[in-house]
């Protein structure tokens, strides 16, 4: 079983949430808030602060977190993703994607009128603790689980445990 450490970043502005445009293997797209894997040897806060930087150009000078924390395994495809996702408190720069994966192709804040339609494509994983949790934070960080069964994203089944 391959295990995944990712971070997640939630960036507020004036102009609504942080939200990257992910260009998939499939050749389809979604949206979610930036983030990645962590890397060997890295710590969790500043690998989330280099892939949010990469991936829009805004560098985070301030964490909390983490403010919610989920769990996927497909164990049919052999791996379990854990994500932990902080709030940026403080942050400087302008929107300039530059990511070296050459996955995400764009970057914006996004007002929150226009935010479930910017989300509904992404997998149910990232959606549903997003939307929740900005819905009205709870005290404590909440943690969510999903499985996976089927063998690509065609043919996914995802149950929420």
Not at 3 to 29: M, Q, T, Y
Request: include cysteine; hydrophobic fraction near 40%; aromatic fraction near 8%.
């Amino acid at each position: 079983m391959r295990h995944w450490l990712v971070a997640g970043g939630i960036v507020e502005g004036p102009d609504g949430l942080l939200l990257v445009k992910n260009l998939r293997r499939d050749g389809s797209f979604d949206w979610s808030t930036p983030g990645g894997v962590i890397e060997e040897g890295e710590s969790l806060v500043d690998g989330l602060t280099r892939e949010v930087a990469e991936e829009t150009g805004i560098v985070v000078s301030d964490w909390h977190g983490p403010v919610y924390e989920v769990q996927v395994t497909a164990t049919g495809l052999g791996w379990h993703l854990r994500v932990e996702v902080y709030r940026a408190l403080a942050y400087s720069g302008d929107l300039s994607p530059a990511d070296p994966d050459g996955i995400v192709v764009d970057a914006r804040f996004v007002p929150p009128a226009l935010l479930d339609d910017h989300v509904a494509a992404c997998p149910q994983w990232v959606r549903e603790p997003l939307v929740e949790w900005l819905a009205g934070p709870p005290e404590q960080p909440p943690r969510f689980g999903y499985l996976l069964a089927g063998s690509d994203r065609s043919s996914f089944v995802v149950t929420r445990t």
